[in-house]
């Protein structure tokens, strides 16, 4: 580097540029004071473009530890290294529970207060309280139906983020009928819209808790595993993606998870002693192909108990009742990267999520 490129021993704006899209979010946010160029460059949208580029390849999990009292819970993000981040929503000023997770924002329900939903970024302690979802209040008369899913989704280049919630109607008493009613809201328009459908199927805990932002849709796997159900949030339509053939063949045996692999729909099948990952590579014609057949021996103690809740190039992450397991794609070295103690009341796997710290705001009406 010449004298002319960087006088007086400054560096130039493009290498500290660089260089701070390197730092970890806390630190990055801290630089901010600095100076007023450094927090300048931190907040133009360029460089929040450029950071998250640059977290792409360091996927998280982030992790909800419940307790079975009416204490706060605690939270944490935890990476392939087995490096734990602990942090707080506590901004939010209420109890919540995380519901999904898209591009480094979540959506979070608050537990005392029914149909109340946020949007936040945990890193840079944005938030935005979404307006009520209905104006009917919740009786036993009128059921929370709109919280059986739940999906939250992030337009990387227009900023704008959508919240679906969906659930089947149920009269008090009575059984569930075959009617989907969603409610998706929109930032741009600060506003929710409405629309029924004519379907019914049942959804365990995971299933709710793995959610897919691709193509522009939304994806849960259901509780028979037969197909994928999709939200085009274009169309604002309900469509279905059938499983692997070989999957079908096989009668649909063992447990099937539905995670994203960059952008991507992904589905990770525990069968016997083997771990089979598939990935829509023809999202039209519905084309899967199996990327990854791992042997579970390594961890056959703890393999009929383990949920893979996070996959990257890289890594999938798995999460038992107390630990998170991590394989190593490249290098086929399984490791141990988190534990908790038996005091916990809920099993890790409960809520845990797939995240990635980026710097993308959701406090702007637009």
């Not at 133009?44 to 977290?55: D, G, I, Q, R, T």
Request: net charge positive; glycine share 4%; charged share 20%.
């Amino acid at each position: 580097m010449s004298s002319a490129d960087s006088p007086n021993g400054v560096l130039p704006s493009d290498v500290i540029v660089l260089i701070l899209a390197r730092l970890p979010v806390k630190s990055l946010l801290r630089s901010k004071s600095v100076c007023k160029s450094w927090r300048t460059i931190v907040s133009e949208k360029h460089f929040v473009l450029l950071y998250s580029a640059s977290s792409s390849d360091k996927t998280l999990v982030l992790l909800q530890i419940m307790e079975p009292t009416d204490n706060p819970s605690s939270f944490f993000s935890v990476d392939r290294f087995g490096h734990a981040s602990r942090f707080s929503l506590d901004f939010l000023d209420d109890r919540v529970k995380v519901r999904a997770s898209c591009h480094g924002l979540l959506c979070c329900s608050s537990i005392p207060t029914r149909g109340l939903y946020y949007v936040c970024n945990p890193m840079t302690r944005d938030f935005r309280l979404l307006p009520r979802s209905r104006e009917r209040p919740f009786t036993r008369f009128h059921p929370d139906y709109e919280e059986t899913l739940i999906g939250l989704t992030f337009d990387q280049s227009s900023w704008k983020f959508n919240v679906a919630v969906a659930g089947f109607y149920r009269p008090f008493g009575r059984r569930p009928r075959e009617e989907l009613v969603c409610a998706v809201f929109n930032s741009e328009t600060n506003s929710w819209t409405r629309f029924v459908s004519s379907l019914y199927d049942e959804f365990t805990h995971m299933n709710r808790n793995q959610v897919v932002f691709s193509n522009y849709s939304l994806h849960w796997l259901t509780h028979t595993c037969s197909y994928v159900l999709v939200l085009d949030l274009r169309g604002q339509i309900w469509m279905k993606i059938s499983l692997p053939e070989e999957i079908k063949a096989g009668g649909f045996r063992g447990r099937i998870y539905l995670l994203e692999l960059d952008g991507s729909v992904s589905l990770v099948q525990i069968l016997d002693v083997w771990m089979n990952v598939w990935n829509l590579k023809d999202y039209e014609k519905e084309n899967w192909v199996l990327i990854d057949r791992v042997h579970l021996r390594c961890i056959w103690g703890f393999a009929a108990s383990a949920f893979p809740v996070c996959l990257s190039s890289d890594t999938v992450f798995l999460a038992t009742q107390r630990k998170i397991l991590i394989y190593g794609r490249k290098n086929k070295v399984w490791k141990e990267v988190f534990s908790v103690g038996d005091n916990v009341g809920y099993p890790l796997w409960f809520s845990a999520h797939p995240f990635r710290s980026t710097l993308f705001p959701c406090d702007q009406e637009m």
